[in-house]
């Protein structure tokens, strides 16, 4: 449970606030123990999702490293997916905060302390181009 954690979750959040001077946007996420989900909004061009990743990557490494927790800590790569309508953003925000649930953490999502919401994000034709991440 490596990203499961008070301190990674607290770098998370720290990079994810940071990212604010930059105009990237996390909405909501959730910090499962071995992979993370969330919502994020960035700048054209859509290549800097990319390098965006990496930079979180490397980040929270680093908080995994003061943790003792050997590297390697990531897979190469992640997914992703572009939002197109009101009811994806629900059903994809439900599907992400479930996996608590599905994995046997805790019974009810809400219960599940590593998750939360950066800044709001609206669906408008802005969030349409935004992408949803699992890394």
């Known amino acids: 449970m490596i990203l499961a954690h008070p301190s990674v979750h607290k ?19 959730i910090l499962m123990p071995d992979h993370i989900h969330l919502f994020v909004k960035l700048p054209p061009p859509s290549e800097n999702l990319s390098d965006w990743i990496k930079s979180l990557k490397n980040f929270l490494s680093r908080a995994l490293r003061f943790c003792d927790v050997a590297a390697p800590h990531w897979q190469k790569g992640f997914f992703d997916h572009v939002l197109r309508s009101t ?5 994809k925000w439900f599907y992400m905060v479930e996996n ?36």
């Open 11 to 29: 770098t998370f959040v720290q990079f994810c606030r940071e990212g604010l001077k930059r105009d990237i946007f996390v909405g909501r996420y």
């Open 87 to 91: 009811e994806s953003y629900s059903e």
């Open 100 to 135: 608590s649930v599905r994995a046997g953490l805790v019974t009810d999502w809400a219960q599940w302390p590593f998750q939360g919401e950066i800044q709001a994000l609206r669906l408008d034709e802005s969030l349409r181009r935004s992408r949803t991440t699992a890394t």
